[in-house]
């Protein structure tokens, strides 16, 4: 079992940042990767990044490479989400997912069992 808790959310003006984090606890060592989703209003939930944790690998959708950062520390079983160069069209509920199973679901929202409580992020344009 593995809780996740977000944090790190709130309003920010375009062009901002923002980082965001997700507290592990439970069966940690069982995460095979993590990922983080977001979902606004009217919208399907999304992907947005990924990280495994053989080998570190990271994924990221092509609406935020080159703006976002996702980033793991192990000692504090804690994900990050760097956000930069916010836009308005990334406002949306930003949620941390475990995937505890093999093979690792990456950007697929069913490829994680376990999600975290979403914390919502606002970019003003």
């Known amino acids: 079992q593995v809780q996740l808790v977000e944090s790190g959310g709130g309003l920010v003006q375009a062009g901002g940042s923002l980082r965001l984090s997700c507290a592990a606890s439970?069966?940690?060592?069982?995460?095979?990767?993590m990922g983080w989703f977001r979902q606004a209003p009217g919208k399907e939930r999304e992907f947005v990044a990924a990280i495994r944790w053989s080998g570190g690998s990271t994924s990221y959708a092509d609406s935020v490479k080159g703006r976002f950062t996702i980033s793991g520390d192990n000692a504090k079983n804690t994900v990050y989400l760097q956000m930069n160069s916010l836009k308005p069209e990334d406002t949306a509920v930003y949620y941390c997912a475990a995937d505890t199973t093999f093979p690792f679901g990456r950007d697929k929202v069913g490829g994680y069992d376990y999600w975290g409580q979403g914390t919502q992020v606002t970019v003003s344009s």
């Open positions: 439970g069966r940690t060592f069982s995460r095979y990767g």
